[in-house]
């Protein structure tokens, strides 16, 4: 089989598309990196999806972080807190072992709620349950640093807001959130690129892959148990992460350079300064 063969047969393999049986033996350098390639488009799906909803949830949970109404403030600072001081892969397990349970508690309590429970099997797969927890975790770390930017954002901004007029939605609108996003951006980069790096613990978590379509680890590891060889697999999942992780800071570079536009860019230009005497 050539790796272009390999290549249409494997390359959609982690989202059901192509070869359903996994080699056996004879494993080129091609099958590798195809399969793993392959998983990693679970890796971008967990990382995709729980950073942009992710980043809907930390700009309410900022906001309300810095209410004055203590019922609106503590229930944040709490989800803050927990999901800051608790292990990544704790929350994993311990989501699972829940998801696992409401339906045999809603049968126990009540048969009414047994149709309403039984659609939480759904919440045991890892392309939903392990989303859920990358998606309430990236929301309580992205919510804390545009806490920090909220209350970094300069009184003289929102003075001249309020001297000209501009006050509620509007002036966060056009004020507020996008200072809090330009001032928040570095760091919120650093958290989307530990964010993707996260998702290599769902295949170590209790959700487990659905039909032999796990994420990159899951075949790296499958290949290194296979080969007895993690020297190759295991160095190929990394490559792909540096990859994401480049594409990762490129996007957000872009964005960075769009929210920042209005400020004084100094022209780049070339000096030469030829030293005759020395």
């Not at 990159?216 to 540096?242: G, Q, R, S």
Request: a positive charge.
């Amino acid at each position: 089989m050539s790796c272009w063969e390999t290549i249409a047969d494997y390359a959609l393999r982690s989202i059901g598309i192509g070869e359903r049986l996994l080699p056996r033996s004879d494993f080129t350098l091609c099958q590798q990196f195809t399969l793993i390639g392959s998983g990693l488009l679970w890796n971008i799906y967990f990382g995709v999806l729980a950073l942009t909803s992710g980043f809907i949830l930390a700009t309410a949970v900022a906001m309300g972080k810095a209410a004055r109404n203590p019922l609106i403030r503590k229930p944040c600072e709490w989800f803050i807190f927990i999901f800051r001081g608790s292990p990544l892969f704790i929350q994993f397990f311990l989501a699972y072992e829940t998801f696992v349970l409401l339906p045999k508690v809603g049968i126990d309590i009540n048969l009414i709620f047994v149709e309403v429970t039984a659609e939480t099997r759904w919440l045991t797969r890892a392309w939903l349950g392990a989303l859920i927890v990358l998606f309430l975790n990236t929301a309580a770390y992205s919510g804390e640093i545009f806490y920090g930017a909220l209350r970094s954002i300069p009184k003289g901004d929102l003075e001249a807001a309020d001297a000209y007029g501009i006050t509620g939605w509007s002036r966060f609108r056009r004020i507020t959130w996008p200072t809090m996003l330009r001032l928040a951006w570095p760091a919120y980069t650093n958290e989307a690129i530990f964010l993707f790096h996260a998702t290599t613990l769902v295949f170590f978590s209790g959700f487990p892959a659905w039909q032999q379509r796990g994420d990159a680890l899951y075949y790296a590891n499958y290949f290194a148990d296979k080969t007895f060889n993690p020297f190759v697999p295991y160095p190929i999942v990394a490559f792909y992460f540096i990859l994401v992780t480049l594409a990762v800071i490129t996007i957000f570079s872009l964005v960075n350079k769009r929210l920042n536009r209005h400020m004084p860019q100094e022209p780049k230009r070339i000096r030469y300064r030829p030293q005759i005497i020395r």
